[in-house]
């Protein structure tokens, strides 16, 4: 298995990473165990989730995923084994959210009680808080790093002005720097990250965890007409990627898949593990069945061919 280091920092990951947002929302617990044994048997130990996942299931209140995660550390007692990622900011209540020294004082506390340890290997912040001065987000990151709570930080949907005053007020305060950004970016979506973030990333040696990797399944190929919409609970959230690019991405990966005698989402997924740069992109399953195209995807060699044409159904210039 191919490992990669968080950014500058010394915690090598596998080259994907498992997206803990359906744990508690989409599956169940007793699933959510099944899942995370088999990602461990595969040597797939780099988790990421977040305190509000998922807050916007009907009678949650969020942490339902942490605490999954937690029990199923508990029953294992294997925490040293995994690479835990979760996130603050996110609205968890009126008064609590952003990235406030208060709040994310509180709020490590709470994750670390639902995840039942006593650190988090990555801390992220889920987005940028323009009302919170820089100094006061990374002064107490610098004390959660201090304290042993947390390992290293990092930063997700912030632009790369931003990550830009964030690196420069870490090292003129010799506050922890954000290792790792966690942008949206996939086959369909690739501009956005593309055009100023991966450059900025390689610069500064930042590493990269894609989320939406599989454009919410739309490139598992489940999806191809609006018929298909309901086939699932992300389905209403698919539309948007059938037009003619779509359809395009679709078509490659079809004969790429069918080269290779695999799945759509394996290929789309080992795309951006072929991606310079990129540390793991992160993408769910919900039963066994899908776990097997994650790991099919870590073992796929895609030559430079299947990447040429790939890259050229999804061409965003």
């Not at 999954?68 to 996110?90: E, H, P, Q, S, Y």
């Not at 992160?282 to 040429?308: F, G, N, P």
């Amino acid at each position: 298995m191919k490992k990669h280091n968080l950014g500058s920092s010394d915690i090598e990951v596998p080259s994907f990473a498992f997206g803990g947002n359906v744990f508690g929302w989409t599956i169940d617990e007793n699933t959510s165990f099944r899942l995370l044994d088999g990602l461990m048997d595969a040597g797939l130990n780099f988790i990421d989730t977040a305190d509000v996942y998922s807050k916007w299931v009907p009678g949650n209140k969020g942490g339902e995923s942490e605490t999954i995660i937690g029990n199923w550390l508990k029953k294992t007692g294997g925490r040293d084994k995994v690479i835990i990622a979760t996130k603050v900011g996110m609205e968890m209540a009126h008064d609590k959210t952003g990235l406030s020294k208060t709040w994310i004082k509180q709020a490590v506390e709470d994750s670390l009680q639902r995840l039942q340890t006593d650190y988090i290997d990555l801390y992220q912040s889920h987005k940028d808080d323009a009302d919170t001065p820089m100094e006061e987000t990374l002064s107490a990151y610098q004390e959660l790093v201090n304290e042993g709570k947390v390992r290293i930080i990092g930063t997700s949907n912030m632009s790369a002005q931003r990550i830009a005053v964030a690196l420069k007020t870490s090292k003129e305060h010799g506050f922890p720097a954000y290792q790792t950004l966690q942008p949206e970016y996939n086959l369909y979506n690739r501009e956005g990250y593309e055009k100023e973030l991966e450059p900025f990333c390689h610069e500064n040696n930042l590493g990269v965890i894609s989320y939406s990797s599989l454009a919410s399944g739309f490139l598992t190929g489940k999806y191809r007409s609006e018929a298909d919409l309901s086939k699932s609970q992300r389905g209403k959230g698919i539309n948007k990627y059938l037009d003619d690019r779509g359809f395009k991405i679709l078509k490659a990966l079809d004969e790429v898949s069918n080269q290779l005698n695999t799945t759509p989402a394996s290929v789309s997924l080992a795309w951006l593990m072929n991606r310079p740069g990129l540390t793991a992109p992160i993408a769910s399953a919900t039963s066994l069945e899908q776990l097997q195209d994650i790991i099919k995807a870590t073992e796929l060699d895609l030559d430079s061919d299947s990447i040429h044409l790939l890259n050229e159904a999804s061409a965003w210039e």
